[in-house]
């Protein structure tokens, strides 16, 4: 995660090697306004992406679950802040809400997304930029996940969310752009589609389906002059803006006694640091049906936000970070989005942030390093090169 910046000045050798953070959305160039569909409106990045892209000039289609929307706080609040924003803007910024369009969209079902698209269309004949960015993080090891049958729920919730909530949009909107000939989607994933992270193994593994997808699917839209972008910020962008799901503890994964890093432990110690609240939890089995207030039952002995990641039930929450440490948190992604949706050759994955290339470069490393440490037992069973290869041919 990006560190706050400091009030002293840089010196110039520190200059020379950190660049110097976005100070203003730069738009790939463009002949007339664009229509930009957000599957999940109600998430910090997609707020702060739709205010950029308003103020650009561009339309915007947002997403929403009517579960989410109908309550009074948490995310609502916010999302209802940034209407009533949108609203009362003036001056320049008036046909803001003539630009804005807000749909009912739970893309875990297929004639949802279909309805919304066509809705989107409706309004302004088009969707030239598709963001997916559904997501939810299930924190557990793989046998936490499995030790009831309302643990291995989370695990199917967390592919109906990451998977195949952006499967079912993708699939809606694709004969809009391949009708116009023209079109750009984009996941939002991160850099756990890299990386496997301890404690992270179905989110990992739903988020490298989603990669998986994408990347085939790039090609076979290609020849429609429809592009395929992958953006992968630092794993705590989207993990600490969107809903953070845990199953109980085990003791055999517990920090006295495994020593692996999970990411529990990560980020009880990062919801302690920046969530606003003492306590604030949702206990619920189903992502429609969620709540964002304090469960008695589930919070008794919990001293902290962090601590409801150690729960002994099922606890759901969403972060509760400061305005500022938050807008600090999704600077580098919504910056990226904004230079790379609709760009007229944009690239198939991008890594925000130094942090994670560095990451990702080391994981690479590794791979190749082990490829030339093996390349001797590849090659040897490479049938019909060499002198000793086995001659399958005779009977």
């Not at 969209?105 to 004639?111: S, T």
């Not at 952006?166 to 589609?193: D, E, F, Q, S």
């Not at 600490?240 to 109980?248: G, K, V």
């Not at 432990?265 to 640091?273: Q, V």
Request: glycine share 8%; proline share 7%; hydrophobic share 40%.
């Amino acid at each position: 995660m990006a560190s706050p910046p400091q009030d002293a000045a840089p010196d110039a050798s520190s200059q020379q090697h950190r660049p110097a953070r976005p100070r203003s959305p730069r738009f790939p160039p463009h002949n007339a306004p664009r229509v930009w569909f957000l599957t999940n409106g109600t998430s910090p990045i997609s707020i702060a992406l739709a205010t950029q892209i308003l103020d650009h000039g561009d339309y915007v289609v947002a997403g929403v679950l009517p579960a989410e929307f109908e309550r009074e706080s948490g995310r609502s609040e916010e999302f209802r802040s940034f209407l009533d924003k949108v609203s009362g803007a003036e001056g320049d910024q008036e046909r803001w809400k003539e630009r804005l369009r807000v749909v009912s969209l739970d893309a875990r079902v297929i004639g949802q997304c279909q309805s919304a698209v066509a809705e989107a269309v409706d309004a302004f004949h088009k969707v030239d930029v598709l963001l997916g960015c559904s997501s939810e993080t299930v924190v557990g090891t793989v046998e936490e996940l499995a030790q009831s049958t309302r643990t291995m729920n989370l695990a199917r919730n967390q592919f109906e969310t990451t998977f195949f909530s952006n499967v079912n949009i993708i699939k809606a909107v694709l004969p809009t752009m391949r009708a116009a000939k023209n079109g750009h989607i984009i996941m939002l994933t991160g850099t756990t589609g890299h990386l496997g992270t301890p404690g992270l193994g179905m989110y990992c593994a739903a988020q490298w389906a989603i990669e998986g997808y994408c990347d085939s699917l790039a090609y076979e839209i290609a020849p429609f002059n429809i592009k395929m972008s992958i953006i992968q910020p630092n794993m705590e962008v989207n993990v600490l803006t969107n809903r953070i799901t845990s199953a109980p503890p085990m003791d055999e994964y517990a920090p006295d006694v495994n020593p692996a890093p999970l990411c529990r432990e990560i980020f009880s110690g990062l919801l302690d640091k920046l969530d606003t609240r003492s306590v604030g939890l949702a206990n619920q089995p189903s992502p429609s049906a969620d709540d964002e207030g304090p469960s008695p039952a589930s919070t008794a002995n919990v001293h902290s936000t962090g601590d409801l990641l150690s729960s002994s039930q099922i606890t759901s929450l969403y972060p509760m970070l400061d305005p500022a440490v938050r807008a600090l948190l999704i600077a580098e992604t919504v910056h990226a989005l904004t230079a790379i949706g609709g760009h007229d050759n944009p690239p198939a994955r991008h890594i925000v942030g130094f942090e994670g290339v560095a990451s990702v470069k080391e994981k690479l490393k590794t791979v190749s390093e082990e490829l030339e440490d093996f390349n001797e037992v590849s090659g040897a069973v490479d049938i019909g090169k060499g002198e000793d290869a086995m001659d399958f041919t005779q009977g």
